[in-house]
């Protein structure tokens, strides 16, 4: 009974303190002023938000589902089916699946791991349908010395079967693209060009990119123009300050509501997800900082 009494004030701690948020050392100049009287402005509904659960590990998955649906955003990423009756339970959605890769280095640009990787994705990919969601997460892995070719021929062979059994539930498989400067050194798909050069070889609308604006900030920048010349390989968007993956704010090098406006203008209906790490000791303000920057 204890335990239940503390998580109740666990989120009615947090769900106090999202609506106190003040503009005092919170809002910066990414919010417009009229938005500040109130704390924030209604959600224009041109996005789909969502949040991914390891940037917020001190709260439960079940609190973040309350914290994050009180925000106005619907979706919660890189949750598999052990996850998903909570998210059911809270009626939010899961916008980018999990659970069926190794992990990040060990992936279908090695032929050493694609049994086991068929083996996953097969079970896995009528999971994912069945639950009533979409898109399943998929890596390269590591480029371990491998051509640019090699590593398309790896991933083509691995995925093509795959991505079949992917058309027949309606799922969509999305390879993430990741930097290999800084954060997963050696991934091969390391950048749009890659990754949309993969999706040409599979020719599918089965197999898609989710585009992490972080990582492909470091990578290549040029974030605008790529999401609007390879928008049709994108099935997803993850957020994140530049340097260091923390708030989306003017703190970081990007203008985060120029780079939604584009996505916007694309006709893009899928979900952003903020995957950013929050720096701020108050981290539910600054997640409901970062969706009032990307509602657009």
Not at 265 to 293: C, M, N
């Amino acid at each position: 009974m204890g335990n239940q009494q503390n998580r109740r004030s666990v989120i009615k701690n947090l769900l106090a303190g999202t609506a106190a948020v003040t503009v005092s050392g919170m809002l910066s100049s990414f919010t417009k002023p009229e938005d500040n009287e109130q704390g924030f402005a209604p959600l224009k509904g041109n996005i789909n938000h969502s949040v991914s659960p390891w940037c917020y590990s001190d709260l439960t998955l079940d609190q973040l589902c309350v914290v994050a649906k009180e925000i106005g955003i619907t979706g919660v990423d890189l949750c598999g089916p052990k996850d998903w009756p909570t998210l059911q339970k809270r009626g939010m959605h899961s916008p980018m699946c999990n659970g069926a890769e190794i992990n990040l280095t060990d992936a279908f640009g090695d032929k050493q791991f694609h049994a086991t990787l068929q083996k996953n994705y097969s079970e896995m990919i009528p999971l994912v349908a069945k639950n009533g969601y979409t898109n399943l997460i998929c890596f390269s892995g590591s480029r371990r010395g491998k051509s640019d070719e090699e590593g398309w021929n790896n991933c083509v062979e691995g995925l093509k079967p795959l991505v079949a059994l992917a058309e027949k539930h309606k799922v969509v498989l999305c390879m993430e693209l990741l930097n290999s400067k800084i954060d997963h050194k050696d991934y091969q798909c390391s950048n749009v060009e890659w990754g949309v050069e993969l999706a040409k070889r599979l020719n599918s609308e089965n197999f898609k990119l989710l585009f992490d604006i972080y990582h492909m900030q470091i990578m290549e920048g040029d974030i605008i123009r790529n999401i609007t010349d390879y928008h049709q390989y994108i099935a997803h968007f993850h957020t994140g300050g530049i340097p260091g993956r923390h708030e989306i704010d003017d703190t970081q090098e990007l203008f985060y509501p120029a780079v939604m406006r584009a996505i916007v203008a694309t006709g893009f209906k899928g979900y952003v997800g903020q995957e950013f790490v929050p720096k701020r000791p108050d981290k539910i303000a600054s997640l409901r900082q970062s969706i009032q920057i990307c509602d657009v």
